[in-house]
């Protein structure tokens, strides 16, 4: 594939089939390059694949939605606009969740099972988002897959059916997935940093990054994914407990605690900005290589220890 070829996913309205379009054609004359452009063929559009919810799993019972409601009002939000982190992070590894920095009500999600983990999220006003909701979302996929997918919230079709990525950006999401040889259905969980959505689906607040993260953190804990994707500036900031800008943190695999963590566009902004699909292209094929550098690596330790 070329430098300046398009990726195998993501034809939108307006776009001939090299997914350009005329005033992107325009641009790409006028630097002599229209000529390099590669020519796929158009992609084929089988339906969509169903969405699988978390399932109900059996455990104790749920901690009662008054006792979370009261810690966390003890775990003192950030300011309305504050930007939100957790501690301080080494530039190779992003910080796991320890007990200093996780409070009561934090310490008591890290304890619970899936079981709990899903009545805890539906039953959560920690924030305001849980008073405008109609649903929430707590994710959608193959718990049990090696790949995590997070985006930053649920958009007004993930809000009405309580599932997550089914609007237009989920459609876009689980074409790159097919382009990655992957699925839904087989070995990719996706879930947000914010189970909640906002209302006009404007950017998360401090107090709701911080009152839903301990949430994602869980997840991560009982899915133990090999790679994680982080979709937008907001994934990637919560995940990494850093304000670097999204630029900053593409093109090379970050951390979170040892699982390497790759940084690219939400499907969101890729539907209004088409032309960075290319760069989005790029990113995922970074984390295939990272998955098998990975899994190459577990291989060879499997074999030492015997």
Known sequence: MGLFAPPPWGYDDGMDKNGFSNAQWAFLRVLGIAETVAVPPPPKNPGLPSVQTL????????????ELQATAEADQLPGQNQV????????????VPSDAHLGQRGRMIQAMDWGELTHSIHACRACSLGETRQHAVV????????WLF????????ED???????????????AMLRAMGLSRQQNVYITNVLKCRPPNNRDPLGPEVKACLPFLQRQIALLQPKVIVALGRFAAQGLLQSQEPLANLRGKPQFYGEIPVIVTYHPAYLLRNPVDKRKAWLDLQLALRTFAQHSSRTAASAVATE
Not at 163 to 169: L, P
Request: charged fraction near 15%; charge should be neutral.
């Open 55 to 66: 399932p109900s799993c059996i455990g104790s019972p749920a901690v009662p939605k008054a």
């Open 139 to 146: 994710g959608a996929g193959t718990p049990a897959g090696p």
């Open 150 to 157: 997070v985006g930053e919230a649920p958009g007004a079709e």
């Open 84 to 95: 939100m982190t957790l501690g301080q992070t080494s530039p190779a590894h992003g910080a």
């Open 160 to 174: 009405r059916r309580g599932e997550a990525f089914v609007g237009r950006g989920g459609q876009l999401l689980d």
